[in-house]
Structures are given as structure tokens and as C-alpha cells.
């Protein structure tokens, strides 16, 4: 007689009937259940909290890219003929053209950067005035789009463009005049004295980050250079790139088109402490949610014991029609394996929905706790999204089930190494 193939049909037909039984026939305890439900839940956990963090880190890093350079070139520190120390660049424009040639570079935009206090009626505010081109400007995403601004970059020329968040505290609007004040303005026999200039405010912009909308704003570049004593020369060049995850790679060669005296400042240099205490939070964040994955998984252990003390006789029963120790385990890591593939396969369900719907469900939660749950000047940024990736629901996926089928493991090979005469000794 021909020996049924592991995990054939009846294998799988007695381990649904147990999953099945009422409590009073003997069947699955409450205690399973509740391990079905703490399943469910972990992973739905898990998937939440990838994605969640994908989000975050996506949405940093776009606002980083988006209204800042991938890579900034400047000069060494040189003497001048008064004796001071400089890293202005004379000769900008050819090292701008040498920039272009790069292979991978998109975009090269020189600057001149000085930091100045803007004034509106009774209100002030610290400001870093980036002098640009307005070709440049019209070129960096996220502060040239139009959905997200006031105003129109076609009238930057004529006035100053600022950030949301400054254009806020000095309760201007587009149309509005400033007053902007450079402390180291003119130069005169006793010193220097601030120079105070008035510009009309042209552009609101927003970045998606608070503290670049809180503290940025743009002139045109020739202005720039002539309100920051700046006149021929640039401080830097910012200059973008095709890929600026591979920004590495391409920076010593940016480094050598400048020439001599070039030097690189990458988005990953600035940003790189914190991009590492992301990986550090992801790391810590797996480990914790996977913590709770295998406590709900454990859970199995308590109902499938019950379940075998419960099903005494009929294991040995089923071993005296000739099921063999390894049909027996078999049926009853089915059981335990059903509960755990069917608790993963719910947290998938959820966990990807409630990811999908994380902006109306956040804000459903900020009205319900009157506002505030989302603070944008301690966040940094303004929204918190949730971003669903193929790899993190598959680690989620892979993680509860490696968990829980192994878990099932030791009460299904505890039935199985059951003896049938003791089985039924009392039946």
C-alpha cells in the first residue's frame, strides 16, 4: 500500500476541522484566538511603522533636495591685499562652465550668501539672503513651485523672494516692502555702518521644510553683489546632480573641474548625522515591533498544547488507523501554522490600509486632539506621510511567518511522540 505524500489532503482537512471545533468538541482554545488577533495586530504594527518611517525619510530627503544643492563647491581661504582672509570666486563664471562639463551635473548656479535682519512695521526676524540668478532659482523644484507659492518668479527681478514661514512672523504678503538690514553695509572712515535697503516682496515660496521657509530668502544675484560688498565675485556654486544618492561618487570629480583651490560640501555631509540616527530609529524600530510579532506568535504554543491535551484520543485513534508521527505532527503544525498565516494575512489587509489612508486617518486624529498632533517646527516638516514598499510588507510577511510556523514546531512534535495505548488507556 502506497504511503501518502507529507501535507496531503486529509493532513491538511483534520488540522480545519480542529481549527473549527467548538471549544466544547475540544477544539481550539480562546487562548489561540487571542494569539490570532495579537498577529493580526503586530503585523499590522510593523507595516504601519515601515512604512511610516519610508515616508519620513522619503519626505526629508526631498525637501533637502528639492530647495537645497547636492553638492556645494567653494574656495579656499585666501589672503587679500589688506591683509583679511577670504573664499570669495573671482572668476565664478569659468568655474561654472568647467561645473557644466561634469558628466551627471544638471545644474550649476552661482551665489552670494549673507546674513541680514529683515523689518515689516513693528515685526523683525533673522534672515540667510541667497543671491541668485533668476534663471537658477526657476530651476530649484521645490521653491520654484508655483502650487505651493504666492506670487509669480517673473516679478523676482524687481523685489525679494521669502520663505512662508518668514513672510508669517513679519506679516507681510506679496506687495509688501521690507526692510532689510546687512550690518556690515558700507564702509566709511570710522568703520562700517549697516546698509539699509527696501525691497518689495515679489515671491512667497514653500519648501516643505520649516526651518528653510522660517529663515531663507532669495535677491538677484547682481543686487546680492552689490548689497554684500560682493561686486565681480561669487561665494560658492551649487550645483545639482542626476543621481544624488551616488552624489559621492561624482563630488571629487566637481572637486577637480574646479581647479585648484576647490573644495566640496555634499547634501550627505550636512545631513549625514541624521540620515545615520534615521537608520539607527529603523533599526531600533524593526527589533521592537518584531519583539511583538513573536510574543503574539508565542501565543500558539499555549492554545496548541490545550488543543493536544484535548485531542488525546483522537490522535490515538488516528495512529491505530495507521498515521504515522510525522502525519500527526504535520496535522497539528497545519493548525498552528493556519492561525498564524491567516492573523499575517489580516495584518497585511490592515496594515496596508490604514498606510494607504494615513493622511485622512492623521487628520481625523489632529481634529479629534484639536490640532497639533503634527508640529511642523519641531518636526522640521510639514506632513507626515506614510509610503507603502514591496520590501518592507515582504520582511513583515516573511517575519510573522518564520515565527509563527516554527513556534508551532514544539507542541505539534509533543503530539506526535504521543503514545496511542496511554491515549486511550481511560477510553
Known sequence: ??????????????????????????????????????????????????????????????????????????????????????????????????????????????????????????QNTGLEVFGIAPEDLARIERIADPETAQGSLEDFPNGIAIGREAARSLGVGVGDVIRVINPNGVRNPFGMSPRINEYFVTYIFNSGRYDIDRTRAYLPFAEAQTYFNREGVADELEVNVTDPEQVDQIAPRLAVAGGEGAYTWTWKDSAGGFLRALEVEDTVMFVLMSVLVLIASMNIISGLVMLVKNKGRDIGILRTMGLTQGAIMRVFFLTGALVGTIGTLFGVI???????????????????????????????????????ELNDVLSAVSLSLILSWGITLFPARRAARMNPVEALRYE
Open 350 to 388: 490592515i496594515g496596508c490600509l490604514f498606510a494607504i489612508y494615513f493622511d485622512q486617518i492623521l487628520a481625523l486624529v489632529n481634529g479629534a486632539a484639536g490640532g497639533g498632533v503634527w508640529e511642523a517646527s519641531v518636526r522640521g516638516i510639514y506632513r507626515l506621510p506614510a509610503k507603502l
Open 1 to 122: 500500500m502506497a504511503t501518502p505524500a507529507p501535507f496531503s489532503r486529509y493532513e491538511f482537512l483534520i488540522a480545519w476541522r480542529y481549527l473549527r471545533a467548538k471549544r466544547a468538541e475540544g477544539g481550539v482554545s480562546v487562548m489561540t484566538w487571542i494569539s490570532l488577533v495579537g498577529i493580526t495586530l503586530a503585523v499590522a504594527a510593523l507595516i504601519i511603522t515601515l512604512a511610516v518611517r519610508a515616508g519620513f525619510r522619503d519626505e526629508f530627503v526631498s525637501t533637502i533636495l528639492g530647495a537645497n544643492a547636492h553638492v556645494t563647491v567653494y574656495s579656499q581661504a585666501r589672503e587679500t591685499e589688506t591683509g583679511g582672509v577670504t573664499r570669495t570666486i573671482p572668476d565664478y563664471a569659468e568655474w561654472a562652465e568647467r561645473l557644466r562639463g561634469v558628466e551627471g551635473v544638471t545644474r550649476v548656479a552661482p551665489l552670494v550668501k549673507g546674513q541680514v535682519m529683515a523689518v515689516h512695521q513693528e
